[in-house]
T-cell receptor, first 117, second 107 residues
Framework: GAVVSQHPSWVICKSGTSVKIECRSL??????MFWYRQFPKQSLMLMAT?????????EQGVEKDKFLINHASLTLSTLTVTSAHPEDSSFYIC?????????????FGPGTRLLVL | EDKVVQSPLSLVVHEGDTVTLNCSYE??????LLWYKQEKKAPTFLFML????IEKKSGRLSSILDKKELSSILNITATQTGDSAIYLC???????FGQGTILTVHP
């Protein structure tokens, strides 16, 4: 139980394009989803928290107009990196908390590696 | 601002050794401490600790929380090469992660 998927696993794009990453909870309803970014040899940095049906809460220093988050249903959240630039290249990971699971535990998706050329 | 510090940052051992990883925290409103293992992809959940002094165990891995010392340890006994990974500690409802401990187990 508590499986989270992400799509795509890998994306390579040109500078200036937008990239959408999907995060799905497969066997539970995710009331809250989190988006993290991880640079090589660094820990996970929380970007934003999203609750189903409401606007995402962004961490300090994260541009909400650049990283658009939508949590339209209890099983799907999307992160869109708009006008991506090489410095946005990173490993993006989502996690979810949900109905019927241990309250504080987050379950992570497999991550999406983004490379912007 | 919540702060989580892990030590050591990196550890290299041989198979069969026992290792202890440390996590200390400063948070305004402690709710829980979680341990994750990260290999090539995203972290996988190991333990969640909320009560001081109660050991959680899963096979060769165990962990315990000390709320007085604001810390936790993760023990791995009889290490195997498959234990090589980054071990992450996180606290809070909105998880604040430590920088991780890179464990390398040589055959």
């Amino acid at each position: 139980g508590a499986v989270v998927s992400q799509h795509p696993s890998w994306v390579i794009c040109k500078s200036g394009t937008s990239v959408k990453i999907e995060c799905r909870s497969l066997d539970f309803q995710a009331t809250t989803m989190f988006w993290y970014r991880q640079f090589p040899k660094q820990s996970l940095m929380l970007m934003a928290t999203s609750n189903e049906g409401s606007k995402a809460t962004y961490e300090q220093g994260v541009e909400k107009d650049k990283f658009l988050i939508n949590h339209a249903s209890l099983t799907l959240s999307t992160l869109t990196v708009t006008s991506a630039h090489p410095e946005d290249s990173s490993f993006y990971i989502c996690s979810a908390r949900g109905v019927g699971l241990a309250k504080e535990t987050q379950y992570f998706g497999p991550g999406t590696r983004l490379l912007v050329l | 601002e919540d702060k989580v510090v892990q030590s050591p940052l990196s550890l290299v051992v041989h198979e069969g050794d026992t290792v202890t990883l440390n996590c200390s925290y400063e948070v305004t409103n402690f709710r829980s401490l979680l341990w994750y293992k990260q290999e090539k992809k995203a972290p996988t959940f190991l333990f969640m600790l909320t009560s001081s002094g109660i050991e959680k165990k899963s096979g060769r891995l165990s962990s315990i929380l000390d709320k007085k010392e604001l810390s936790s340890i993760l023990n791995i006994t009889a290490t195997q090469t498959g234990d090589s990974a980054i071990y992450l500690c996180a606290v809070g409802g909105k998880l604040t992660f430590g920088q991780g401990t890179i464990l390398t187990v040589h055959p």
